[in-house]
């Protein structure tokens, strides 16, 4: 079974560009998240989709976005991007509805110059 | 909200030593408990888990008991491995009944030959 798949890998976008990032979930997952994950914030919660709903949203700005397909692959989107948006973006999916063990994929290293 | 503590700074210590990490919580319903750990380059893998008090997650020599009584779920490990380096994370499960993740900052782990 494939793991959870995160592309791209590696990005270098400028200030005030907009980014999309993609994660495709384990086959028969229908549970997305996703993190940021910094050297000083550490693993913060950004948004949870689970059949094409967002149901939980972290404290992150209107900048940060996402939204799931009918296939279950999500992509998270960012405006207006500043410099202390660089970061680990992880992606974790589910197969069930609550409480279930997450799989991460290897996260899309974003870089704002 | 809930939330999870893990105690600071790196640990190093020599191959075949006793490793422990603290890690305690807090949560307003009954969580699920979760050690992760993460190579470098690589997100995160699921070490162990806990669904409820007193159950012992374990695997690949590691071990953590969820203490309601005292709100923690310490990681130990009986004779490290140089394999074992990595950073380990402590997380659990929101109370409201979803996917959400809450993780603790995160321990370095250096094991030396």
């Known amino acids: 079974k494939a793991g959870v798949t995160q592309t791209p890998r590696y990005l270098i976008k400028t200030r005030g560009q907009q980014v999309t990032l993609s994660c495709s979930p384990i086959s028969g997952h229908r549970s997305v998240s996703w993190y940021q994950q910094t050297p000083g914030q550490g693993l913060q919660f950004l948004f949870e989709y689970f059949s094409e709903t967002q149901r939980n949203k972290g404290n992150f700005p209107g900048r940060f976005s996402g939204r799931q397909f009918s296939n279950s692959r999500s992509e998270m989107n960012v405006s207006t991007l500043e410099l202390g948006d660089s970061a680990l973006y992880l992606c974790?999916?589910?197969?069930?509805?609550?409480?279930?063990?997450?799989?991460f994929g290897q996260g899309t290293r974003l870089t704002v110059v | 909200g809930d939330s999870v503590t893990q105690m600071e700074g790196p640990v190093t210590l020599s191959e075949e030593a006793f490793l422990t990490i603290n890690c305690t919580y807090t949560?307003?319903?009954?969580?699920?408990l979760f050690w992760y750990v993460q190579y470098p380059g690589e997100g995160l893998q699921l070490l162990l888990k806990?669904?409820?008090?007193?159950d012992k997650g374990s695997n690949k020599g590691f071990e953590a008991t969820y203490r309601k009584e005292t709100t923690s779920f310490h990681l130990e490990k009986g004779s490290v491995q140089v394999s074992d380096s990595a950073v380990y994370f402590c997380a659990l499960s929101d109370s409201e009944g979803n996917n959400r993740l809450a993780f603790g900052k995160g321990n370095q782990v250096v094991v030396i030959p």
């Open positions: 974790a999916s589910s197969q069930g509805q609550t409480n279930t063990e997450a799989f």
């Open positions: 949560a307003t319903g009954y969580p699920s």
């Open positions: 806990a669904t409820k008090a007193d």
